[in-house]
């Protein structure tokens, strides 16, 4: 294997950038507007995600698509096959999130973004050119593995680059993009359900292409992760790009510093579970005990549970479904002017998390917000059930959905993706995060494939009933929330680490940092420029 530089080489820029330091506050540069935006721009892979998300939800609904789909004469899509268009992007994306974490471990996180992104593309082509069923659910598979490599490394990614300070609003700011694809696709949906040719469902299928493009050619020109290069050995490019990345000269204190805490944190990390051929490093995962708060097992079971739960609070059921839902109520006049209403309040809420999520914490908001909705959607259940036929109460029905969105779109909308990407250490990041995102979209294939079965009025005919159900969900998920849950604010990737050792759930929003991996391990310029030696003897 070529390297840039020669071993020797290596030392002398380790020695030049990484010193040793035990003061808890001088770990990471202060906020600058560079960093800033290249969070911002790496969040505007939520929008494509979100995008591909919702279009479907009012394809779905179409004249013209049901009977492209069907033959003249058809009136709707039954439930086998609105479940299978609608769940089979989930399919996809639970392998490509897998795949994804092998090759951000492999190639880094931004050719694994960018891959995707082309991978998607392929998928946006086959559906476009779709003139029945079948081309638009292998379509719609090809695009789940490129969305499953985004969704998973973007999240990674952002969490990698992101100053501690603001990593809650960066990351957050990947679920505002997500609601923002979706209030996208709702909008192209509401202009093109009239037409009478495949305009109208070709041009919001393929109009995806252009966010993915967007995507791949930003995320070109951002840097590397820095932990990226730790992780294999060329400390050298870690200090250049958080140079970069903090906005400090190469020689700064601050990227001396924060370098020399990651490299001591992953040293620690080393030392307790080695890396090992491929499929040990996948079971490291799965290794430790379940009682210990630290273990990789804990964090593994944390961030994979963590997703499915969010997809427990229903909120998938209003945007994939949410038109033909508002549909078979049979009192609203125009459900697909409902679900843009449903939508845009996804998108008004979201950006209030940017304040809270640093302010309040994760975990507040995720306990606070389980609450929230669970108290709505009991009030949608008993509402629908009560007077399914009267106009008003329809009214309030749909009021409180919008509220319930709102509580969603503030707390476990942005709060389950920034845990994830803040709960495991770097030996297993890459593949923790891909875990974590694959069980979310197991959970929402799963729940895509059910759902019809449970509202359609050919099937289980619950109707609003099914609020009944996904309150019940949301009552595990306070729990779950209130037992399970730590409290990440405000510390760095290094620092969560630390907390999940010392700590549990219930006490970590006291815990205070007080000391570094730097210190502890007595990591010295020395020391760190061996490191760089070592490894790049070993590639």
Known sequence: MEHDHSASDIEKEAVAVARPQGDVTRVEAPVTVKAYMM????????????????YISGVMGMKYFIETINGPGATFLPSKEKSLITSILSAGTFFGALMGGDLADWVGRRPTIIFGCLVFIVGVILQTASQSLGLIVAGRLVAGFG????????????????????????VSGYQFCICLGLLLASCVDYGTQNRTDSGSYR?????QMAWALILATGIFFLPESPRFFVKKGKLDKAAGVLSRLRDQPLDSDYVRDELAEIVANYEFEMTVVPNGNYFQQWANCFRGSLWQGGSYL???????????MQQWTGINFIFYFGTTFFQQLGTIDDPFLMSL????????STPISFYTMEKFGRRSLLIWGALGMLICEFIVAIVGTCKPDDTMAIKAMLAFICIYIFFFATTWGPASWVVIGEVFPLPIRAKGVALSTASNWLWNCIIAVITPYMVDEDKGNLGPKV???WGGLCTCCFV????????????????VDQMLSESTPRTSTKWKPHTTYAAEMGMTEKTVAGHAENRSDSE
């Open 467 to 469: 609020f009944y159900i």
């Open 203 to 207: 041009i919001p299928i393929g109009l």
């Open 341 to 348: 209403v449903t939508t845009l309040v996804n998108v008004c």
């Open 147 to 170: 969305v499953g490599f985004v969704s998973a490394i973007i999240i990674l990614y952002m969490s990698e680059i992101a100053p501690r300070k603001v990593r809650g609003a960066m």
């Open 298 to 308: 804990r964090r593994t079971i944390l961030g994979t549970s963590m997703q499915m």
């Open 480 to 495: 779950y929330a209130y037992m399970l849950v730590p409290e990440t604010k405000g510390l760095t990737l290094e620092q």
């Open 39 to 54: 969070c911002v721009f790496a969040a505007f892979g939520g929008i494509f995600f979100g995008y591909d998300s919702g």
